[in-house]
C-alpha cells in the first residue's frame, strides 16, 4: 500500500512540489519523509534536546545567544534536527566530538571565540549577515522571527553559493579591535562629562573656557564659585575628578596602541598613506582583515562603505548617500583622515605634488557647482 500526495497541502509544505510522487506507508512512529530527485527530505523539523555526536552533519546552523544557543542540525540524510537552547559548555564538548562539519552563525561579540575554537577542532565556519538571516526569515517564515527560525536559515543560506560571508577575526585583530574601542569609548565618556560639567556650571553663572578642561584649576574654579550650593559643589568636584582619571585611561591606552604600531610592519606601512596615523593604522589592522581580497581599488571604500547608494530602474541611474556599511569607526576615521589631508593640500604643506593637484582641481570644480547652484537658487 502506498500514500500519495495530490498537492503541497498534503504535509504542509510551503515551497512548490514536484509532480505527484508515491511514499511507502507510514506509520505513526516512524519520520516521515518524501523522495525528490533521488533526495529525502524532511517534512518537519525534529525537536531533540542534545547534539547526537553519532549521526554525520551536512551543516549546523547556531543562533548564538548569551547563555546559550539555538541550533538546527542538517544531516546528510536531510533529516532536519533542532534544539531549542543549548548551552555553550554542551556544544563545545560535542563539537570536540564530531566529524568536520560546517556550521553557521551570525556576527555578533561571541562569534570570534567560537570560530576560533570549532575551527581549532576541525570544523568549517561560515558567517552570515543578520540582514540576509532577517530576509529568509521573511520569505519562508512569513517574518516569524524565532531562535530556531533564525538558526534553520543560517543552516539554508550556506547552500548559497552566491552570497558574500563575513570574515571572522583572528586573535591579533581581535587585540587591536579591542583596544581601539576601548580607546574610542574613554573619548566619549570624557567628552559626555565635560559638556555635561560645562553645561551645569554655565546654569550657575560660572563660564568654562576651552582651553581650561583639563587643568588642574578647573577644580579651584568650582570650590570657589559663591554661588553653587554645598551639595552640587562636591557632586561637581567629583565629575571633575572622573573626567581627569577618564583622560589619564585615555592618555594610557593610546600610548600601548602607539607601541604596538612601531612593532607591527602592517601599522607603519598603512601610516605612509596621506592622513592616516597611529589609530588610524590600527583600527584599520584590526578591521580590513587581508587586503588582497579586494580585486579592485574602489573595493576598498566599498567595504567601509564611503560609496553612494546606487539606485538604477530602466536605464535611469540615481547615487544617493553613502551606504554606511562595515565599521563605523574606520569610516568615522577615515572621514577625519580626509579632511586632514585636504587642509593640508590647500595649505600647500601635502607632500605630494599630484596629489595636492588633484585636490585642489576637486576642491575647485565642487566650489565652482556650489556656486551656480546658489546662483539659480537667487
Known amino acids: 500500500m502506498s500514500v500519495t500526495l495530490k498537492n503541497q497541502d498534503d504535509y504542509g509544505f510551503l515551497n512548490d512540489m514536484e509532480p505527484l510522487c508515491s511514499l511507502p506507508d507510514i506509520g505513526q512512529n516512524q519520520r516521515k519523509k518524501v523522495f525528490k530527485k533521488g533526495e529525502i527530505m524532511s517534512i518537519k523539523r525534529i525537536l531533540v534536546n542534545q547534539i547526537d555526536t553519532n549521526l554525520e552533519y551536512e551543516v549546523i546552523g547556531i543562533d548564538l545567544a548569551k547563555n546559550c544557543v539555538s541550533a538546527i542540525l542538517l544531516t546528510t540524510d536531510g533529516e532536519i534536527f533542532g534544539i531549542d537552547r543549548l548551552d555553550y559548555q554542551e556544544l563545545e564538548k560535542s563539537a570536540q566530538e564530531l566529524s568536520p562539519t560546517i556550521f553557521a552563525m551570525e556576527p555578533c561579540t561571541e562569534m570570534n571565540y567560537m570560530v576560533q575554537k570549532l575551527e581549532d577542532w576541525g570544523h568549517q565556519c561560515i558567517v552570515i549577515s543578520g540582514k540576509n538571516v532577517k530576509d529568509y526569515v521573511e520569505s519562508h517564515f512569513s517574518n516569524q522571527k524565532t531562535d530556531l527560525n533564525d538558526a534553520q536559515a543560517l543552516a539554508f543560506l550556506t547552500k548559497d553559493t552566491q552570497l558574500r560571508t563575513v570574515k571572522a577575526k583572528d586573535p591579533e585583530q581581535l587585540k587591536y579591535a579591542s583596544l581601539t574601542t576601548l580607546r574610542e569609548q574613554y573619548v566619549k565618556q570624557y567628552r559626555q562629562t565635560m559638556v555635561s560639567l560645562k553645561g551645569i556650571c554655565q546654569v550657575w553663572g560660572l563660564n568654562i573656557s576651552k582651553g581650561i578642561s583639563g587643568k588642574a584649576r578647573l577644580k579651584d574654579m568650582i570650590e570657589n564659585h559663591a554661588d553653587f550650593p554645598a551639595e552640587l559643589r562636591t557632586a561637581l568636584v567629583g565629575m571633575v575628578a572622573h573626567a581627569q582619571a577618564v583622560q589619564k585611561d585615555l592618555k594610557s591606552v593610546t600610548k600601548i596602541l602607539e607601541e604596538l604600531a612601531k612593532k607591527d610592519k602592517a601599522c607603519q606601512l598603512i601610516q605612509t598613506v596621506p592622513g592616516l596615523g597611529t589609530i588610524c593604522s590600527c583600527r584599520l589592522r584590526a578591521t580590513v582583515g587581508d587586503i588582497k581580497r579586494f580585486k579592485h581599488p574602489k573595493d576598498f571604500p566599498a567595504y567601509y562603505g564611503l560609496v553612494p547608494r546606487s539606485m538604477a530602474t530602466g536605464h535611469n541611474e540615481k547615487k544617493g548617500k553613502i551606504t554606511h556599511r562595515g565599521d563605523k569607526t574606520m569610516r568615522?576615521?577615515?572621514?577625519?583622515?580626509?579632511?586632514?589631508?585636504?587642509?593640508?593640500?590647500?595649505?600647500?604643506?601635502?607632500?605630494?605634488?599630484?596629489?595636492?593637484?588633484?585636490?585642489?582641481?576637486?576642491?575647485?570644480?565642487?566650489?565652482?557647482?556650489?556656486?551656480?547652484?546658489?546662483?539659480?537658487?537667487?
Do not use: F, H, P, Y
Not at 363 to 376: D, F, I, L
Open 332 to 378: 568615522s576615521l577615515m572621514v577625519q583622515g580626509a579632511g586632514i589631508v585636504i587642509n593640508q593640500a590647500t595649505k600647500g604643506n601635502l607632500n605630494s605634488k599630484q596629489l595636492t593637484k588633484w585636490i585642489l582641481k576637486k576642491t575647485k570644480r565642487e566650489n565652482a557647482v556650489g556656486k551656480t547652484g546658489m546662483c539659480r537658487c537667487g
